[in-house]
């Protein structure tokens, strides 16, 4: 006699059987937004309030965050001509190239393998007595004349710039 292996009888469990997951409604967006602060108070019949934060929304120690600042007044962009292999290392002068007035700058290091270009950014970055990092090079990665971009204070710079080209 053949038994049926198939479905049991309904109402009847097996007794390998996984449960179904009940079936839920799917979390709404508001409900899934929610302060970190605080629980989600959903399930006490509470609306949960939403995290946003706007771009307008500054905190009081921010307002004056160089990240909240006109940024033209922050950077300044340098015309550089570079002697690389000189006997030591000297930011000053003034060359007149067909881009216009640039500051010299000689580096002890060759012009081998971008050395003389990372020395050009940090003898920059000591001259004008900012941080490296605050120098960046835009154009003229392998030529003598390079542009760089300074961040700091224009009205400091500017002056800084005009006493070393002189």
Excluded at 24 to 41: D, E, F, K, V
Excluded at 53 to 77: A, C, F, G, I
Excluded at 122 to 140: D, N
């Amino acid at each position: 006699m053949l038994t049926d292996c198939g479905a049991a009888p309904a109402g009847t469990p097996t007794p390998n059987a996984i449960p179904a997951a009940p079936k839920t409604a799917a979390p709404t967006r508001q409900a899934l937004i929610t302060s970190p602060l605080r629980p989600n108070t959903s399930d006490a019949g509470e609306t949960p309030q939403p995290i946003l934060r706007l771009e307008t929304d500054v905190h009081p120690k921010e307002q004056h965050s160089p990240d909240h600042l006109n940024l033209q007044t922050l950077l300044m962009r340098i015309l550089l001509r570079v002697k690389p292999g000189a006997s030591r290392t000297a930011v000053g002068g003034r060359y007149d190239g067909p881009a216009g007035p640039a500051l010299v700058v000689a580096v002890a290091a060759r012009a081998v393998e971008g050395q003389a270009t990372k020395a050009v950014l940090q003898a920059v970055a000591t001259a004008f007595g900012v941080r490296p990092s605050a120098v960046t090079l835009v154009r003229g990665a392998t030529s003598r004349d390079k542009l760089v971009e300074i961040h700091g204070d224009e009205t400091a710079l500017q002056s800084r710039l005009e006493s070393l080209r002189d």
